[in-house]
């Protein structure tokens, strides 16, 4: 199984922008869809993007479309979500994930390992 590190993340005043970053272990990652989900204090976990193995397809939750964009690099294995414009609700632990499917990546109890995340907090 591809093991995934996640990074990038910190302290971003409200309308700032940061980029995540997601390393994977091995090569076939290129071969897996990607998904970036986040989980906020007190709250379950929930997607946020998805992009397809091929980058020709992506998705976005709502509360994020228009804010942030869901990227890969297959050469270098690792998977980027952009997030501008960001607000104080937007704070959270972030976590990236793999898959063979998007449809996979769209249920959360289809996944059962996880990575460390990386903390986003946005506050002034």
């Known amino acids: 199984q591809v093991q995934l590190v996640e990074s990038g993340g910190g302290l971003v005043q409200p309308g700032g922008s940061l980029r995540l970053s997601c390393a994977a272990s091995?090569?076939?990652?290129?071969?897996?869809?990607m998904g970036w989900y986040r989980q906020a204090p007190g709250k379950q976990r929930e997607l946020v993007a998805t992009i397809d193995r091929e980058s020709s397809t992506t998705n976005y939750a709502a509360a994020v479309k228009g804010r942030f964009t869901v990227s890969r690099d297959n050469v270098k294995v690792t998977g980027y979500l952009e997030m501008n414009n960001l607000e104080p609700e937007d704070t959270a632990v972030y976590y990236c994930?793999?898959?063979?499917?998007?449809?996979?990546?769209?249920?959360?109890?289809?996944?059962?390992?996880w990575g460390q995340g990386t903390q986003v907090t946005v506050s002034s």
């Open positions: 091995e090569s076939t990652f290129e071969f897996l869809a």
């Open positions: 994930n793999s898959a063979l499917l998007i449809s996979t990546l769209n249920d959360l109890s289809n996944l059962h390992s």
